[in-house]
Each structure stands twice: as C-alpha cells, then as structure tokens.
C-alpha cells in the first residue's frame, strides 16, 4: 500500500509539474529577514564608484562590502528587462528615447554617462546580468516596484522567474507603494518579502497594520520620517526596519543609533 501510495504521489507530481511548469518561491533565506545585522544598501548600486544602475555599480557594491543593492526595472520594446530609473534613456546615456519604444540593442547601443555628463565606457545591463552580479557577491536585491508595470503579471512573472534563475529570489525584498498592485502581487507570491514607503512619524500604526496582511514583510521609511521612538514600536511588532535617505553624516548617525536592518544610501561606504 505504501508504494502504491508513493507511486501515485510522483505521478501527481509529475503531471503537475507538466500542467503548470515551475512555480517560483521567494521565502527568505539565510534568515536574512531575521537577522539583526545591519547592513547598508546601495541605492541604484554604489554610485560613489559607478553609474547609477549599471553592471559597474553593483559589482562595486559587492567589492565594497555592501549588503543589498536597490534596482528599477523596465521592459524594452522587443520584452527584454533592463536596469533604467527614468522612462526615457535621455539623462543617464548619449541616446535617447522611451525604454518601451526602444529594443535591447537600441538602448545597449548608447553609452551611459556619469552625473557630470562625462561618457563612459559602461551600457545598460539586462537585468539578468545585474541579478547574476549580485549573485556573484551574494548582495541581497530590492526591486524598486515603482518603475515598471508591477500590474501586470506577465511583467512580474518574467522578473520572478529571472531572479530564481540568478538565485536572487529568496534573497530580495520588494517595494510596492501603490495598496491595490502591492494585494495583487502578494496573491501571485505570497512568500515574497513586501514592503512600501510608510512614514514611520504620521502613520506607523496603520503601516505596521498592513505589513502584517503579508507573510514577510519590512518596514520601510525616510530617515527624516522616523525617531527613537516609532522605531522601538516596529521593533516591538517584530517588524525589520529599512531606512532610505541616509546622505550625510548626520543622518547616518541618527540611522546608526536606531539600528535598522537595511540603511540604503547614495554616497555612504560601509
């Protein structure tokens, strides 16, 4: 009976494998969502050695020591991802145009450009070659999910299924500030790690209340949004902080003081 039992469990699997193809996961990790440790995270990767999202930038954050690396996400004309804040190539390379209007190759043709307009040698990354970087140096992700349709399923489920494939998935967190795309995203991947732009000073209650709908989640908020105070009840509601916005040496100390999980940054080194 137990074989027979076994038997038909593998052939369930089997067919359910066939029907419904790879389901991807994005539970935690390495308890990186556990962990007390802070860790800094290099907003558009390390911009004070690279391009903001470029390949450079996140293979600086890994020589660095960072410990994430935030990204944005859009999709070209031809259904490639790539790294891209804006929705046109127009600030951060010599081209120009819409990312939606544009193939991969018209966009990797340009070159990027720093912030002082100098060109480089640098193009933009697909986001398959920004995720296996991170990989490479086992830098944790946040997909900054206002950039992109995170609406659509088909959208998000080619960005899930790249980032299994880099190995990113389990270790990566995602920011959906829009309420209704954030519900939708959860019922597609209720193991993934949510978070949305709170402000810890006006609304922590109401925040902490709807990041525990989510099986993980993080709180996430300005530096200039937080005190000692709100940050000891997210703690006490066993929620992990993630403060953005520490540019100085002034908010870095007050950051250090409230020990976040994640501090992201544009200019501090670890």
């Given at each position: 009976m137990k074989n027979r039992n076994f038997l038909f469990f593998m052939l369930f699997a089997f067919v359910?494998?066939?029907?419904?193809?790879?389901?991807?996961?994005?539970?935690?990790?390495?308890?990186?969502?556990?962990s007390n440790?802070?860790?800094?995270?290099?907003?558009?990767?390390?911009?004070?050695?690279?391009?903001?999202?470029?390949?450079?930038?996140?293979?600086?954050?890994?020589?660095?020591?960072?410990?994430?690396?935030e990204i944005d996400v859009r999709k070209t004309k031809d259904g490639h991802y790539v790294l891209m804040h804006d929705e046109t190539i127009d600030r951060t390379t010599t081209g120009s145009g819409s990312v939606q209007d544009l193939t991969l190759e018209e966009i990797q043709r340009p070159s990027i450009v720093d912030k002082e307009g100098n060109v480089t040698e640098h193009k933009v990354p697909t986001l398959m070659e920004a995720l296996e970087e991170a990989q490479k140096y086992k830098l944790g992700v946040n997909f900054d999910g206002s950039k992109g349709n995170w609406g659509d399923k088909e959208f998000v489920d080619g960005i899930m299924e790249e980032a299994e494939e880099a190995g990113v998935l389990n270790h990566s967190f995602f920011v959906l500030s829009d309420r209704e795309v954030r519900d939708q995203f959860h019922s597609w991947y209720p193991e993934a790690t949510l978070t949305f732009l709170g402000n810890a000073l006006e609304n922590v209650e109401e925040d902490m209340k709807e990041l525990k709908k989510y099986e993980n989640a993080l709180y996430t908020t300005s530096i200039h949004n937080i005190d000692k105070e709100t940050a000891k009840k997210i703690k006490k509601a066993k929620l992990k902080l993630h403060v953005y916005q520490v540019n100085s040496a002034e908010t870095y100390g007050k950051a250090k003081k409230i020990h976040p999980r994640l501090m992201e940054t544009d200019v501090i080194i670890p």
């Open positions: 359910a494998m066939n029907l419904l193809g790879p389901i991807a996961t994005a539970a935690p990790h390495d308890n990186w969502l556990k440790k802070m860790e800094i995270s290099a907003h558009r990767g390390a911009q004070v050695a690279a391009p903001e999202n470029t390949l450079e930038a996140i293979t600086q954050a890994g020589k660095l020591g960072y410990g994430f690396v």
